[in-house]
């Protein structure tokens, strides 16, 4: 039987990757006062730098301005300035001082499935900006519990699990990720409820799994949510015990 229901934090509960999307935009633009932007493969340079560095810097706005900072140097052979790499640094604290903006009828969503099972949080990223905007949200309190982990993958979710007293198989995730929200928990015999987002970072979309698993629900927007859990409710318990 279905009890236990995760909901994942950025631009699954609030908008997130837009604001990485506009920095992004900002780093072009100074980068391209240095360089041709086509010629010097600034995106995808910029992409592999931050791939490389997400083991020693995690996930978040920090991480994404040292690679920044790193990219700009590296493609413009040392010429970026002094202000130019000041303005970098001004683009993270644009991120992390970005309002908290709940996504259409999550707060209703949420508290219907509340009502019924027991909600967490599970987030990835840097642990004072997550901590932040799970505050500014004024969700924490709809929450059974509250994870911001350093990575989503099986070990992550399995000591979730463990800790509240679950198992993958009465276990639902709720994400905009295929690769961090859904694929991990599909794989160890849970749930999934795929909400894409109209943006998502490349390295997030860097997965085969797909959404038309028989084990997962793909909705449109928030409001689907408590029909998308009914439905898993229904075939979680019509599965037989250690089917996956």
């Known amino acids: 039987m279905l009890e236990l229901i995760g909901f994942d934090g950025d631009d699954t509960l609030w908008h997130s990757q837009d604001y990485y999307d506009a920095a992004q935009a900002e780093f072009e633009r100074i980068v391209g006062a240095h360089v041709d932007l086509a010629d010097a493969r600034v995106h995808e340079r910029l992409l592999a730098i931050e791939a490389g560095n997400i083991a020693l810097f995690g996930y978040g706005a920090k991480g994404m301005t040292l690679s ?10 040392g010429r970026i300035g002094a202000a130019d790499l000041h303005r970098l640094v001004g683009l993270c604290k644009e991120v992390l001082a970005h309002p908290v903006e709940l996504l259409p009828g999550i707060r209703a969503a949420v508290e219907a499935v509340a009502a019924h099972y027991r909600v967490v949080l599970i987030t990835k990223g840097d642990l004072i900006h997550q901590q932040a905007k799970v505050a500014r949200s004024g969700l924490g309190d709809l929450f059974h519990r509250i994870e911001i982990v350093t990575e989503k993958d099986p070990s992550a979710y399995t000591r979730v699990l463990r800790e509240c007293g679950s198992v993958p198989a009465a276990f639902a995730m709720v994400g905009n990720s295929l690769r961090s ?28 799994f797909s959404a038309d698993d028989a084990r997962v629900v793909q909705i449109g927007d928030a409001r689907g949510i408590p029909e998308a859990i009914g439905l898993i409710a229904g075939q979680a318990a019509a599965t037989p015990a250690g089917t996956i």
């Open 181 to 208: 929200d859904i694929e991990p928990v599909v794989t160890l015999g849970g749930w999934g409820v795929y909400m894409p987002y109209h943006s998502t970072w490349s390295l997030e979309t860097d997965t085969t």
């Open 68 to 77: 920044m900072i790193e990219a700009a140097y590296d493609i413009t052979c």
